[in-house]
């Protein structure tokens, strides 16, 4: 397979032009399998340097706006993009519950279930103390149950009691799943809305969205004509395009920022 590979390759040309071309455009990217291969420790997980390289010249091109649009906390997306004081990429987290832009002061809603979160956080690590290979990821909204290290017997039990769980204390938790993980929130905003939101913010006529995950179908699915979505790696999903894996997306990713800077 080469660095590049397209399922449609004439019609993701024609787009690339499309995005190169706009008049402002936003790219609003996954990080987790999208920009870095997934990990084990999901805190370890960094950028490919290409995709680093790409984002940095997209972000300084004119009438560009690049943001990362993540199920991670803001906190955490922050950490693991390594984003710098004078960074100009927006950051969306908790799925669009949270945002930091480069020319605001990053104050985030109070999380008013904030009492009932901590205890069915606690109430899911007891839980999964006895699963080998689950675990459970603190979320300022909710809470993530982690399989990709369980067995599939101990993953099915685990998301069974957990799903019990929920069921019972915060039936109107919004349920999420990807790729090994189960999450519940309190805030029910995804993904479609926080590329709305940016799209808002910046006025951009031309949103370029990739994402690689079930919960990146939301942004893809809300994108309009003439926009550019693409889905990396496999599974089913409502994008146009789609490209091999994240290597693929950041040579994509360059070849745009390239023609950007000669606007």
Do not use: C, N
């Not at 809603?109 to 999964?128: N, Y």
């Not at 799943?177 to 805030?187: H, K, N, P, V, Y």
């Amino acid at each position: 397979m080469s660095a590049v590979e397209f399922t449609d390759p004439v019609g993701l040309e024609a787009a690339v032009a499309r995005a190169a071309e706009a008049r402002h455009l936003l790219v609003a990217l996954d990080f987790d399998g999208t920009l870095a291969p997934l990990v084990d420790d999901p805190m370890s997980a960094r950028m490919l340097p290409a995709a680093r390289d790409a984002l940095t010249r997209l972000a300084h091109a004119p009438e560009t706006t690049v943001a990362l649009v993540s199920g991670r906390t803001l906190e955490h997306l922050a950490e693991i993009s390594e984003r710098e004081p004078d960074s100009l990429i927006h950051l969306a987290g908790s799925h669009g519950a949270e945002f930091w832009h480069p020319d605001a002061d990053g104050e985030q809603d109070a999380d008013d279930d904030a009492a009932l979160r901590d205890a069915l956080t606690a109430q899911a690590e007891r839980i999964v103390g006895g699963v080998d290979g689950a675990w459970i990821e603190h979320k300022r909204f909710g809470f993530g149950l982690h399989t990709r290290l369980a067995d599939r017997d101990g993953a099915a039990e685990a998301i069974a009691r957990i799903d019990d769980l929920v069921r019972a204390e915060a039936p109107t938790w919004r349920r999420r799943t990807g790729q090994d993980i189960l999450e519940f929130a309190s805030r029910h905003e995804g993904k479609d809305s926080a590329v709305r939101s940016l799209r808002e913010r910046v006025g951009a006529d031309v949103v370029l969205f990739a994402g690689d995950d079930v919960t990146d179908e939301d942004a893809l699915a809300s994108l309009d004509a003439g926009d550019v979505g693409i889905r990396v790696g496999g599974g089913e999903s409502v994008a146009e395009y789609r490209v091999a894996d994240a290597a693929a997306l950041a040579a994509l990713l360059g070849r745009i920022a390239e023609a950007r800077a000669r606007e």
